[in-house]
């Protein structure tokens, strides 16, 4: 075969392959055709290194091999670009091991290079045998050929393989792209590109929802085209600063979408600079956080206002109010500070429930809500305590607004099946006259609201400086009595009750006694009512009662007959025992005196204000064995399904109407009446509060079966009592 037959045959089979492919063929081609043992073409990597592309041998192909060029033949002819050793090739490069492995004698080799002249591979042989030197030239020229055929294929895979790594490259920028555009597509924030002249040139899919526009809408818009105008001239200016010296601005704007509405959004934009750092475009971002505002309004809201009732709170109402008065100040107007507190509101609270309460409540907040004027200002200060802030000019209205508020409380307030009836104290102050800030009002408001409470409730009253005056005693007389229990300082004396049929002082009234070292004697009155109104009474009760069950012990054993010993309880005592146990029936255990000599004094005012709670408490001491007493029968409103509900054993008739008995006809009818309807009911009778010979004649006339009073005696300590009972009534002593 000629060597143009053996290249013919060898394109032919060759048109359809490339790549290794190729060179196999190739390669198994040249062995046949030169009768060499190895041949193989060798991609060049580096200066040191080349890797086979295609090695034949020993009529098969092997894998692929990297190795050094240092010391082989093939490095030298990349400087020759050709070589042929006819023999003793491994002997002359002793450092190729692989020359050595294979007993190589002969070498033929020849550089392939690029269309540049660039050397990119290498052409071999290897013979096991010499090369006969007549051989010499053939082998040459296939070499030749196939050299230039490899050439250009090792050429191919290159700019194949560059071309490869570039549409890689390209596919990276270009994953990249679509990733950008991606996260501009699906980012929940508007974006919007603009030009160095601020034109809209790209909006994505975020701000065509937010802002009802189309990106074709946009482009070539101002961006001020979203906005709302809320913002000024300074606003624009201080952005466009930053931008030209920072690069960037961020901040919240007002912007308006298609339909007109108005839209919160934090932005931020920056500035992106061309190659020369000219201004290229601008690229601002957009947060819609209206969520964000509707949440801070929300808090804002919380912070401010009275869950229940939607009124204002006692924080936003003191805040409110000082910017009020002061501009009630300069209009030189007044203003009238009006406090409200549902009278027994926790009665009806503990009774029914605190659901039932707060809806209450809340109807109560609609009444109130609907009695005052736009611009007054209303606020539930907690619990059912409420505030009214009002300026006027003429006080009328003032008057006229709190006519409105008792008469709204009239009406019973009905919800689902119930009915409920409540009223309302109301206390008033009035700025600037009664004070000048808030902080004072409110003072003078609450001292108000008291009187009105004291009244009874279900009124009003104004703040008066006596008011003060009796505000900032009722302080000193709290802070000194709380002393005073404590240190024990509290006495009991004890007034004679003496029977008018037996002649016999069958009991004493235990009655408390306080001389402060500062403030002097209190009256007992003053400092129980103070005791009632500031959690102390309790405690004064349970001292009271110790001392005088003991000291009737002690005054008993003196005695021929036990006396008993009538101990007055505020009703307060039992609304704050409530399911607790009483201390009453161990008291009199401790100091072994039989309960039925002691007598509990009560006033209508506990049944009022509790009948279910009075009626549990005073069954279980009647059970215990004490004796229970109504006093000042006749004052208050006397009730006589009380008399005939309650289990009491005595009645006692208030003094005011004993006092006057011997001249008011009135009053001794009055007298008539109740001892009679004691004594139709089986009760015991006593009238207190006689002074004279004439009225102690005219109830022992009427019927009535024990006295008290001065008459016989003031109350006394138990000495000075035992003295009493030795001078008038000898014959009780043992
Ligand atoms: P009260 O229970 O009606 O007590 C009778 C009051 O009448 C006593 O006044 C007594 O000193 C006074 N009194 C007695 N005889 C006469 C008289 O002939 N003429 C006049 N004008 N007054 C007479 P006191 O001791 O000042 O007590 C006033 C009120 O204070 C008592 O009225 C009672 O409601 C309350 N109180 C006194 N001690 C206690 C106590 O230990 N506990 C409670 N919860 N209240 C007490
Ligand atoms: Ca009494
Ligand atoms: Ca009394």
Known sequence: MSINESVVVSADELSELCGEGYFNVLMKKLSQLIDADYTFVARILDSSTAETVSLWGNGTLHPAIKYHLKGTPCEDLRCSGESCILYNVAEQYPADQFLKDLSVEGYIGITLSDERGEVIGILSAL?????????????????????NRASRELERIKYERMLKNEIQGLQATNDRLQIAQQVYDYSKDGIIVTNADNEIVYVNASLEAMSGYTLSE?????????????????????????????????????????????????????????????????????RDITSEKEAQALIAYQATHDALTGMLNRYEFNGQLDRELFKVRVRKNQGAFIT???????????????????????????????????????????????????????????????????????????????????????????????????????????????????SGGATYAFFTPELRVAA????????????????????????????????????V??????????????????????????????????????????????????LNQPIGVSIN????????????????????????????????????????KDPVLAQRQLSQLKEAGFKLSLDDFGTGYSSLAYLKNFPFDVLKVDRSFVNDITEDEGDYVLVKTILEMAKNLGMHSVAEGVETEGQLALVEQLGCECVQGYFYSPAVSVEELLEYIAEYFPSQLR
Not at 495 to 506: A, C, K, Y
Request: charged content about 25%.
């Open 127 to 147: 013979f096991c045998k010499p090369i006969p030197r007549d051989q010499v030239e053939s082998i040459t020229r296939y070499f030749m050929s196939f050299a």
């Open 472 to 507: 900032e005693r009722h302080q000193e007389v709290r802070l000194r009595l709380a002393d005073a229990i404590e240190q024990g300082l509290i006495e009991v004396k004890y007034q004679p009750i003496v029977n008018l049929v037996s002649g016999r002082m069958v009991r």
């Open 218 to 286: 946009l482009e070539g818009q101002d961006p001020r085209v979203l906005s709302s105008g809320q913002q000024d001239r300074l606003f624009y200016k201080g952005l466009w600063n930053d931008l030209a010296y920072k690069g960037y601005w961020q901040g919240e704007f007002w912007n308006r979408n298609k339909e007109g509405e108005l839209y919160p959004v934090f932005t931020c934009i920056s500035r992106i600079p061309d190659e020369h750092g000219r201004v290229k475009s601008y690229v601002a971002i957009h």
């Open 340 to 454: 409200l507190d549902v009278d027994d509101f926790k009665s009806i609270n503990d009774t029914q429930g605190h659901s039932i309460g707060d809806v209450l409540l809340q109807m109560i907040a609609k009444r109130i809500k609907d009695c005052v004027r736009e611009g007054d200002i209303i606020a539930r200060l907690g619990g059912d305590e409420f505030a009214i802030f009002t300026e006027f000019t003429d006080m009328h209205i003032v008057e006229q607004l709190i006519s409105d508020l008792l008469d709204a409380f009239r009406p019973a307030f009905e919800f689902e099946a119930l009915r409920l009836r409540c009223n309302t104290s109301i206390g008033v102050s009035i700025f600037p006259q009664d004070a000048v800030d808030s902080h004072e009002l409110f003072k003078c408001s609450d001292q108000a609201l008291y009187e009105a409470k004291n």
């Open 509 to 558: 009234e235990a009655l408390a006694r306080w001389t402060d070292e500062v403030l002097g004697p209190v009256r007992p009155d003053e400092f129980i009512e103070i005791a009632e109104h500031s959690g102390l009474i309790q405690l004064l009760g349970c001292q009271i009662a110790e001392i005088a069950i003991n000291d009737l012990a002690r005054i008993n054993t003196h």
């Open 569 to 608: 309880r505020s009703p307060q005592e039992f609304v704050e025992l409530a399911d607790e146990y009483d201390v009453l029936p161990d008291l009199a255990k401790q100091a072994g005196v039989s309960p039925d000599l002691i007598s509990i004094e009560l006033t209508e005012s506990l049944m009022m």
